[in-house]
């Protein structure tokens, strides 16, 4: 092919059109999939999220279990709102009356779009009083569930969890 003229190089527009189409119909079969990995992503965070909250809990519980928190006679031994998990409780078996933090900080809701809302505003809370298919809030804090009325992947309601 030696001799080739300057009309004869380079890609005719049919290669083009047919190039540009491929690369369309991968690039439209790749948003869904970005879109999953995205809302896993966010689920990934709100199990972590809803594991450390719900350790926290169980911790404060046993530090009541253990005298460690001061005992009320109406006191379910659950924290009495998030806040006292992040910002501690008097220690009552110390002489100096240190304070135990059962969380370094509260984590956000990662499904929880308002960014005005601090942290611990961004959770349902379910009291010990309260049934289990009906949370509500109360006296304590007995279990935390995520506000979203979206549906996971698997098919469970992001405030079931």
């Given at each position: ?7 004869e190089r380079g890609f ?150």
């Amino acid at each position: 092919m030696i001799g080739r003229t300057s009309a004869e190089r380079g890609f005719t527009l049919v290669e083009m059109v047919i190039t540009v189409a491929i690369v369309g119909v991968l690039a439209s079969a790749a948003i869904p999939l970005a879109s999953v990995v995205s809302q896993r992503s966010k689920e990934q965070e709100l199990r972590q999220s809803l594991m450390q909250i719900r350790e926290a809990i169980d911790a404060y519980r046993k530090a009541y279990d253990a005298g460690r928190i001061a005992k009320g006679v109406t006191d379910s031994g659950f924290p009495k709102s998030l806040r006292d998990l992040t910002e501690g409780v008097m220690d009552q078996t110390t002489t100096d009356k240190k304070r135990l933090i059962f969380l370094r900080r509260m984590p956000r809701d990662p499904l929880n779009p308002d960014l005005s809302l601090r942290p611990e505003q961004t959770w349902g809370l379910r009291s010990y009083d309260s049934l289990p298919d009906d949370p509500s809030p109360g006296s304590d804090v007995f279990d935390v569930y995520s506000l979203s009325k979206g549906m996971g992947l698997n098919g469970i309601p992001y405030s079931k969890w």
